[in-house]
C-alpha cells in the first residue's frame, strides 16, 4: 500500500513539475534572475556597471522599475532597468504588427472542364486574376470522366487558351501535365518589388 502512494505522490510532482515548465516565462525578471554579477544598464542607456543581483534589485526598486536580463548568454549577463509590464506590451505589439504584414500564399484551385462555356470560362478567369492579385497561387485542373481521357488533348487547348487569357498576370510555375485522370497546372503571381 505504501508503495502505490509513494507511485501517485511521484506522478504528481512529475505533473506539476511539467506544468511549471509550461508556464515558465522566458524571460528573466527581478527575482527570477539567477544569482551573480550582472553588467547594469540604466532606464537611459547608459552604463552602470557590473553590480551583484542584489544591489541591481535595490537600485531598481528604488526607480521603481525592473531589472530585465537583455543578453542572458553574455559572462556576466546584461541586465537593464525598465518597466517590464510596458516591455512586454511593445514585445506583443510589435509580433502582432509581423504576424499582421505577413501574407500566408494560399494555393487556390480553379476546376475547368474540356467542354466549359466561353462565359463560365471568363467568371473562372476573373476569380483567376482575383487570387493572383491578392498574391496566391492558382491550381487550374481539368478532371477526365470516363471516355474523355482519349480526348485529353481538348483540355489541354482549354488550359492553356485559359493560361494565354491570363497573360502577363502571372508566371507558369508548373507546366500543364497529366496527373492521372487530371491535368494540372499551377500559376503564380507576378512579384513587383
Keep these: 500500500m505504501y508503495t502505490l502512494f509513494s507511485f501517485l505522490n511521484t506522478q504528481e510532482t512529475e ?27 540604466d532606464e537611459n542607456g547608459g552604463k552602470v556597471g557590473i553590480i551583484s543581483r542584489r544591489e541591481a534589485l535595490a537600485m531598481a526598486a528604488l526607480k521603481e522599475l525592473d531589472v530585465v536580463v537583455v543578453s542572458p548568454e553574455s559572462k556576466p549577463m546584461v541586465a ?18 509581423i504576424k499582421k504584414n505577413q501574407h500566408i500564399v494560399e494555393l487556390k484551385e480553379i476546376r475547368l472542364s474540356p467542354t466549359i462555356d466561353k462565359h463560365d470560362l471568363e467568371t473562372k478567369l476573373k476569380h483567376a486574376i482575383k487570387f493572383l492579385e491578392k498574391g496566391d497561387k492558382v491550381k487550374l485542373s481539368i478532371r477526365f470522366y470516363g471516355r474523355m481521357i482519349t480526348h485529353s488533348e481538348v483540355g489541354r487547348q482549354v488550359m492553356m487558351s ?26 503564380a503571381p507576378i512579384i513587383i518589388t
Design 80 to 97: 537593464k532597468f525598465m518597466d517590464y509590464s510596458k516591455y512586454r506590451f511593445e514585445q506583443q505589439k510589435k509580433l502582432k504588427e
Design 15 to 41: 505533473v506539476d513539475c511539467i506544468k511549471q515548465i509550461q508556464k515558465k516565462n522566458t524571460d528573466l525578471v527581478n527575482e527570477s534572475i539567477p544569482y551573480g554579477d550582472l553588467l547594469v544598464i
Design 162 to 187: 485559359f493560361i494565354e487569357a491570363i497573360g502577363s498576370k502571372a508566371i507558369i510555375e508548373l507546366r500543364p501535365k497529366m496527373d492521372g485522370r487530371s491535368l494540372i497546372a499551377i500559376l
